[in-house]
């Protein structure tokens, strides 16, 4: 197995609403990666999006971004894990790579959301019979989980807006995030109005557009593309129940657990080596367990690592760098894209006003559902 | 990278309609399955479906059906490449375990279609903004690439009819065959009524469901989970415009020569070595095009090579073995699971009244859309 790593990357900023077309859209962001990569064509493309099927009515979108890159004869598939379908293709094209089956493989992430049918496309991440059916959604779902946390916990009101704060913060310097130019004080994430309780609008991040993509390459090979390859040192997946309330314990994200072991084990480092964590923050609860069962937090204390500086740019474990889900914007199937071309970002010293100071190592978690599908890759320059 | 081997298959007969949910149905499959290898868990699980978004209101189907098996903290993800979507999520378990990152990888298709708009849901695999959008569907691009044909070569009416008698006859001594027990005549085919003009009745595989597995392990451990083990010599993608009528001659087939070419050349075998070969025979017309391009037949000759005897189970290039598509049915998802499991029976003698003598190289190609994605992969016992 050969070591991989990032040798391109290129995104459009988060847009509410894109003209462009799904597919001008992803081969707009794997253009621009492979213009930084300098390649004119890849082995391999792979393709993450979440709604297509519905937002678009089209279920073949691996040769629908090749074409319209004008790349044939090429592999080209797509690759789900729900709201993590972004972090899935990364491994997949990974494993192309690693395995030697590709030289050169481009994974795009895209998506193109309908506000009007999202909550409903949304909900299939979760369990269509067991919990749709029952008339649960992603945000009911959420909030269940967020008012147990509270209660477990005593967490007090407002004990999460640290969270949604910090994003905004971190996005006024990135000009992709949708939220870029939006000031946010902790007053207005305290009186927003509330989604389904205890969930406020802050709680959540926005339904959006976006594509980003990167290139990968064998890390023997990385230097003849860029002069600042990123290799991608860990890369794991594991699942929990589907059903939330079919886990021994809701709040202990089982999945984000094991999946942050396994990526850790197999870069040979640990919690503490970990520079900065672009965290999967769709809602505050997210975040906050995410920290919990990664391993920077004890059980009921994540929320407070907001309140203690410890997740800002000049904390110990830095996360959202950029703004994060919340406020960079979740274009569902690019974000995970988003978030490592962000992550290449740091490591190389191209972060702007939020570069962190010389961090060599980066972890990411993707969500998929309510926590049924973790992923975890970890990187380092 | 690790040379990799099936160890154990799985499924259940293709029916017109299950009662099983589709996580049910799908966990079955994998479990005969993993019997099958004697293992009671995996360390991957791969799914292949097409249309779960629309047909189930799913669309998180690796822990779906994880779950229902009882597995937790394993990889699973969702592959997908429309019609082809079985070989792309084996492809990417074949990826996994000869990388070195699961030891044990499931791949399991399921498909639970409704027959009620599985029209509108199949149409989703071609371009939806310049075929589907234009009054296209499915069938009515099939109907002009037979047109196209017959016109170009020749040929006769009725000319293509020997690939479903074939399909047909094979599925007769194929108890999971959905047409297992229909006796169908030449003459039953020239009479049957006309979907899109000229595409009749038996060009068109049938709507229905079903569910099959397999289970991956690298080649060298292989015979600690069966006496049988089949390697997956070559695995390969290509992918051609999404829109039938941007490609130069819509009757090449480009994508399927060029996987052809790739898994032969990765597996070091040619046409002539192969035994058998497993057809994604969906439509008529897709079968005869896919003989050319495949390179078993020179252009506007493969509907001869029916008439000829060559394909049948003592010909020289047998196809659809034991029904392929066409008979015995194609549940999207599902499909080239149920041709990798029929390939093994064949190369392991366990095929029946079918049994080939003494195959020891097949191959297998899987077409998403309409030859938009073509993935072949070359088994060896």
């Not at 389904?196 to 290139?215: E, H, M, Q, W």
């Not at 990385?222 to 794991?236: D, K």
Request: hydrophobic content about 45%.
């Amino acid at each position: 197995m050969r070591d991989v790593s990032i040798v391109g990357i290129g995104y459009l900023p988060v847009k509410k609403e894109y003209d462009l077309s799904l597919r001008k859209l992803g081969a707009e962001a794997t253009r621009r990666a492979m213009q930084d990569a300098g390649v004119d064509k890849v082995d391999a493309l792979f393709v993450s999006n979440f709604g297509c099927d519905e937002f678009q009515g089209q279920k073949h979108v691996g040769p629908l971004i090749a074409d319209e890159l004008g790349l044939y004869g090429i592999e080209a598939m797509q690759v789900r894990a729900a709201c993590a379908s972004g972090a899935a293709a990364m491994r997949v094209a990974y494993l192309t790579v690693a395995s030697g089956q590709a030289d050169l493989a481009a994974v795009v992430g895209v998506e193109k959301m309908d506000p009007e049918i999202s909550t409903e496309i949304l909900a299939k991440a979760l369990d269509a019979e067991r919990e749709i059916a029952q008339g649960d959604t992603m945000v009911s779902i959420i909030a269940r989980l967020m008012r147990m946390y509270q209660d477990r916990y005593h967490v007090p009101d407002g004990g999460l807006d640290n969270f949604p704060f910090l994003a905004h913060q971190n996005s006024r310097h990135n000009p992709a995030a949708l939220f870029n130019a939006k000031e946010i004080t902790q007053e207005k994430i305290r009186l927003a109005r509330t989604i389904v309780d205890p969930v406020k609008l802050f709680d959540c991040s926005p339904v959006c557009d976006g594509a980003a993509a990167i290139i990968l390459a064998p890390t023997e090979q990385a230097r003849a593309f860029t002069q600042t390859p990123v290799s991608i040192l860990g890369s794991a997946v594991a699942n929990d129940a589907l059903r939330v309330s079919d886990r021994k314990d809701p709040l202990r994200m089982d999945a984000a657990r094991i999946s942050t072991q396994k990526a850790l084990q197999m870069a040979k480092v640990d919690q503490k080596n970990v520079n900065f964590f672009e965290i999967h923050d769709a809602f505050s609860i997210i975040t906050c367990l995410s920290l919990e069962a990664s391993g920077f937090a004890q059980p009921g204390e994540g929320w407070r690592m907001a309140a203690e500086g410890r997740i800002w740019p000049d904390g110990d474990v830095p996360i959202s760098t950029r703004g994060g889900l919340k406020a960079r914007g979740h274009p569902i199937g690019a974000t995970a894209l988003y978030q490592t071309c962000e992550i290449v970002e740091q490591l190389t010293g191209r972060a702007g006003e939020n570069q962190l100071k010389a961090p060599e190592i980066a972890m990411m978690n993707s969500v998929g559902g309510a926590a049924s599908t973790l992923i975890t890759h970890v990187f380092a320059v």
